[in-house]
C-alpha cells in the first residue's frame, strides 16, 4: 500500500519505478461537501438499506467525483498508454455525462460506460477509457439498457452483415468470406475453420473505389527505382483497422457478425461493413 496526500498524484507509477500498468480503476468521493451528501440523502424516497460507513475524506471533496476523476483525466493525457485503461465508479449519472463529454471534447474516442444495478434500489455507473487502439468487447463498452444512458455510449463494435436460413449452406457463406477478404491487400487475413472465424487487419480502406484507382495508378506511374525503394522503406506497415468476423449457426438461423478489436476510425469499420453487406447479400 502506498500512503497518499491530497495534492499528491493519482496515478504515481513513476515514483515507484514501474514502466506501464494494464489498468487503474477508482472509486472517487461522491459529493462536493457535507450539505452536497445531506442534501442527496434528503432527496431519496426512502432511507437507505445500510448505514454508511465511509468517513468524510472517502465520501467529500472539494468539485466532488467529477472534479477527481478530472485530475485523472488530466493525469492521464500525460501518461497516456504507459496506463492500458483508465477507471473509475460514479455515483451520480449527471457526472457520467459531464465526463464523457470531456472526453470526447480531447478526442478520446475509445471508452465505455456501464451501470451497476444493486437490488432494485441502488445504481451506479462506470467510466473508462484508454489511449491504446484495441476496442472493448460490446457489452463492456455499451454497458448501459436505459434510453436515457444511449447519447452517452461510445461507437458500436459489432454489425451484423447477413442472417441466412440453416437450410442453406453455411459452406458457401464461409467460401465467400474467405474469397472476398483474401482478394484484398490486408495486413493479414486468417480463419478458424473449426470455430467459424476469421481476422484481419488493414492499412487503410483496401475495398473501396480510392484504393484501386491509387493502385492503377502506381502501376502505370513510371517513377526511379530508387525513389520507389525509399518511399517504401520509409512508409509503415500501420494497422488502422482490426477487425474479427464470427459465423454463428442458431437452430432456425446462421448469422454472420463483423467485430471491430482495433483501431480508431469508426467510419473504417462502417465502411467495411458496408462493402461486405453487398458482398454477401445473395447468399440471405
Not at 58 to 69: L, P
Not at 236 to 251: A, S, Y
Not at 252 to 261: D, F, G, H, K, P
Request: hydrophobic content about 35%; overall charge positive.
Amino acid at each position: 500500500m502506498l500512503e497518499r496526500k491530497p495534492e499528491d498524484k493519482l496515478v504515481p507509477i513513476g515514483e515507484i519505478g514501474i514502466e506501464s500498468v494494464d489498468f487503474v480503476m477508482m472509486n472517487p468521493p461522491f459529493y462536493s461537501s457535507e450539505d452536497d451528501m445531506l442534501e442527496s440523502a434528503k432527496r431519496k424516497s426512502r432511507p437507505p438499506m445500510s448505514a454508511c460507513t465511509g468517513a468524510r475524506v472517502e465520501m467529500v471533496c472539494d468539485g466532488g467525483e467529477v472534479a477527481h476523476v478530472c485530475r485523472l483525466l488530466s493525469e492521464s493525457l500525460i501518461l497516456r498508454e504507459r496506463v492500458s485503461w483508465y477507471t473509475s465508479m460514479l455515483g451520480k449519472l449527471s457526472s457520467l455525462e459531464i465526463l464523457v463529454e470531456k472526453l470526447r471534447a480531447h478526442g478520446i474516442d475509445n471508452y465505455a460506460v456501464t451501470e451497476f444495478i444493486q437490488g432494485t434500489k441502488t445504481r451506479r455507473w462506470a467510466l473508462g477509457w484508454s489511449f491504446g487502439p484495441m476496442r472493448p468487447a460490446e457489452n463492456a463498452a455499451r454497458g448501459m439498457k436505459s434510453s436515457a444512458g444511449r447519447k452517452l455510449l461510445p461507437p458500436p463494435v459489432t454489425a451484423k452483415l447477413l442472417v441466412s436460413s440453416t437450410d442453406r449452406s453455411i459452406g458457401r457463406v464461409v467460401t465467400r468470406i474467405q474469397e472476398v477478404l483474401g482478394s484484398l491487400e490486408l495486413l493479414s487475413w486468417s480463419w478458424e475453420p473449426e470455430s467459424l472465424r476469421g481476422f484481419g487487419r488493414a492499412r487503410e480502406n483496401v475495398w473501396g473505389r480510392a484504393w484501386r484507382r491509387k493502385k492503377l495508378h502506381e502501376q502505370h506511374a513510371r517513377e526511379d527505382t530508387s525513389k520507389q525503394c525509399s518511399a517504401s522503406a520509409a512508409k509503415p506497415e500501420e494497422c488502422r483497422l482490426g477487425f474479427g468476423i464470427e459465423v454463428l449457426v442458431c437452430r432456425s438461423e446462421a448469422c454472420v457478425t463483423l467485430l471491430w478489436r482495433e483501431g480508431h476510425d469508426f467510419a473504417l469499420f462502417e465502411s467495411l461493413g458496408g462493402y461486405l453487406r453487398g458482398k454477401l447479400k445473395d447468399l440471405g
